[in-house]
């Protein structure tokens, strides 16, 4: 069988494609491209609530806080490994994202103003991604699918303390619920526009799909987003703002308004609120923790030539 059958066959009988394997080069370019952009977003959005930490309004908070914001750094760990089993060096990729060259998703480029916009990010943010991963847990692609397991696990933690803190606020005093619904209005639509375009402007949709990377387009899943998001916000007794919400009682769906996609164009090519002000952070932490990498290198090495001694 040739490399391209075996592939396509394997492709065929839904199956795992591995390291190893022979791949076509499109395939492991629009892997390596997505695997990064996913990778980076995770560590980029550590920024938008690692804001909040010092200002958690109890130490039970804060420790939910910190260990959610911990947790994405660990997504982002899970990620490059992912990405570098693909034949691609993390530290290219860094490279590539501090040059503004790789991009990550366009929802951390927007402030984080109140204790609330914790919870919400928690609730839609995090509740936003899930939906995205979910299907990711069964892409072709072994390792990133492996990733995607043990990561949807945590983010499923990440909405649930992200709805408590909703519900919190939401059941307080007027001001609280005041706080609550004002986050919503502002992280509604980047929520739903974190799906990405329209079906119709998603040129890579149909590849992506017949390759099993993607198991459904960005229509679908917003439309879950929004199928399961709606009775939530019921619950907590906050309006989404959205005038053209309504039940859809044919399609057994919510028929919803459109999102402005001028304005995610426009934050996605770096007219966010926080784009620069988010680079500038990675790239002085990325310098900060320079003497870091070098001293686990020299240990590795120390480690390896006592190894390689001893094997003598
Ligand atoms: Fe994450
Ligand atoms: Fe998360």
Redesign the pocket.
């Known amino acids: 069988m040739s490399p391209e059958d075996r592939f396509d066959a394997l492709i065929e009988a839904d199956e795992r494609i591995e390291p190893t394997d022979p791949m076509p080069d499109e395939y492991r370019r629009t892997l390596i491209r997505q695997i990064a952009q996913h990778a980076h977003s995770e560590i980029i959005?550590m920024q938008p609530e690692g804001n909040w930490i010092t200002r958690a309004p109890s130490l039970r908070r804060k420790a939910v806080l910190l260990a959610?914001v911990q947790?994405?750094a660990g997504?982002g760990l899970y990620l490059y490994g992912a990405a570098e089993t693909l034949g691609v060096d993390r530290a290219e990729l860094l490279d590539l994202l501090h040059a503004g060259r790789q991009r990550y998703s366009s929802i951390f480029n927007y402030p984080t103003l109140t204790w609330a916009d914790v919870g919400a990010i928690?609730w839609l943010?995090?509740g936003a991604?899930i939906m995205n991963q979910i299907p990711l847990c069964r892409c072709s692609y072994g390792p990133y699918a492996r990733a995607m397991v043990r990561i949807c696990k945590?983010?499923s933690f990440?909405q649930r303390q992200g709805f408590e803190l909703m519900l919190e606020l939401s059941q307080g005093t007027e001001s609280q619920r005041e706080m609550a619904q004002d986050a919503l209005n502002r992280w509604w639509w980047p929520s739903v526009m974190m799906f990405g375009p329209p079906d119709v402007d998603s040129p890579h949709t149909e590849r992506s799909m017949a390759w099993g990377i993607k198991r459904f387009t960005n229509d679908e899943l917003r439309q879950r987003f929004v199928d399961q998001t709606v009775p939530q916000a019921d619950l907590l007794g906050l309006e989404i703002p959205d005038p053209e919400l309504r039940w859809n009682e044919e399609r057994g769906s919510y028929d919803f308004g459109e999102p402005d996609w001028g304005e995610f164009k426009r934050v996605i090519s770096g007219g966010g609120l926080c784009n620069r002000q988010r680079l500038a952070t990675r790239v002085d932490a990325h310098e900060d923790g320079a003497w870091v990498r070098e001293a686990a290198a020299a240990h590795a090495a120390k480690v390896a030539a006592r190894a390689a001694e001893a094997a003598a």
Request: charged share 50%.
């Open positions: 959005g959610k947790d994405e997504h928690g943010v995090d991604a945590e983010e990440h």
